[in-house]
């Protein structure tokens, strides 16, 4: 089944907070299986602007090109996912980031890898698999 990171699960490998080793955990088997963990490009850029407030700009670039070699396929947003995002926008009072990450996860048949409560709202919906 695929991985889909939403931006707290990749802070939290990134920051080496609690959860850190089962984040690392999913990059390893996916490095070893070739078989690349997801995130779409608006939760990576969600993933910049929190190292940019915490560590500025010139940091923030050179964790942003590390990021870049990790085994993460970076989707593009199409017009399905803007949609399903949009849905549980609605439904699920999410954030329009959050729930990009949601609509991956469901449009891609995946689990979800999040330490984010928020999303406790659709697990009725899609797999999650908490990072704690």
Known sequence: MVKVLDALALMVYLEKEQGYTKVKDLFTKAAESEKNLL???VNLGEVYYVLVRNHGVEEAEKILQLIETFPIEFVEIDMALAKQAA???VTLKLSFV??????LTKLR???LVTKDKDFKAIE????VSWVE
């Open 39 to 41: 995130m779409t490009t």
């Open 87 to 89: 849905l549980y926008k």
């Open 98 to 103: 959050d729930s990009l990450a949601a609509a």
């Open 109 to 111: 048949k995946g689990e």
């Open 124 to 127: 009725q919906e899609i797999k």
